[in-house]
């Protein structure tokens, strides 16, 4: 083995998925943008399609003709993007249901696909994609004349409980949707986690499922095992790795293996991180280059083989936080030299 493996527990996906299913009385959907976080959406739609899940959310058209191909006939897959210019037919020949976004895409689509499924996205403050309140106000009668399947909109601060804008952006929803006669949705992670207010008819966890920060209590789904490619010595005084950042203070033994930011390893994680051999933790020291990372293994009792960065111990929230980013981040930015393996 050269080349690290990225283990992706899709039983601890599924079980993510009931987990959160269980804390709401609303239908659960579930998010497999950005190719499922990074993990690949087929894989991951398709066991969450037996553990229950029967609506997908993605970002663009494209991503929703490849889940279709994935997932075949029968689970509902909604475009945040919603109806972009040249989207037509990868919309009609997959069976997609485009978020529409504003004025435009509303008339691209009754032109383009009339008849064809349609949600719409509100803008209920983050000023990211939806229509705005008086957008709605004004085209409100047209659309709903055209019976949406969906009405949604997207906190901006889900993942701080306690942060003004969620009642703010819950407040604005409702006095752009109460009485009307359309599901609705407002919550992601986050807001499936603020509680009932938020849940409306659909909740659309991502991250959650993948075991991400603000799902606290989520399973691990990923594992990484990086291999030794090779292991020395390095007297104290010596220095390991580009420009110099470590110094041995002692007699070290030094492990190298076979992975770096090339594969997501984002360079910023640096000596912040660490790696584990078995229940032994082991400090990666030195930069972190392009393919290789440096570990200090010196309070080993043997030369392991493999170090593990990825478990149920050092989660992508825990790095993510030693680079300075995200776990979401850290997901999306997996790499393709993995040898991956789906296990559950
Ligand atoms: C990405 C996204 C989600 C899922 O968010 P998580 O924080 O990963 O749960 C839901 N809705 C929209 C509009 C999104 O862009």
Redesign the pocket.
Known sequence: MSTARLTIDLGALADNWRTLDSFTRCETAA?V?ANG?GLDAGQVGRALAMAGARQF?V?AAEEGAALRRALGPGPVISV?SGHCAGDAELIRDNDLVP?LNSVDQMLRHVEGLPGHPFGI?LDSGMNR?GMEPAEWGALRDIALGQNPTLI?S?LAC??EPAHPMNAQQLQAFREMTDGLDVPRSLA???G?LLGPDYHFDLC??????YG?HPFEDALAVVTLDLPVIQIRDVAPGETVGYSNTWTAQRPSRIATVAAGYADGLIRAMGARAVTFSGDSVCPIVGRVSMDLITIDVTDLDHDPEVLTLLNDRQTVDDIAEAAGTIG?EILTSIGLRYMRRYIG
């Open positions: 998010v943008k976080y959310f970002a945040f978020m996205q994609l949604m997207h889900a993942d992601a992670t986050g499936l659309r966890p991502g991250v959650g499922l991400g979401y």
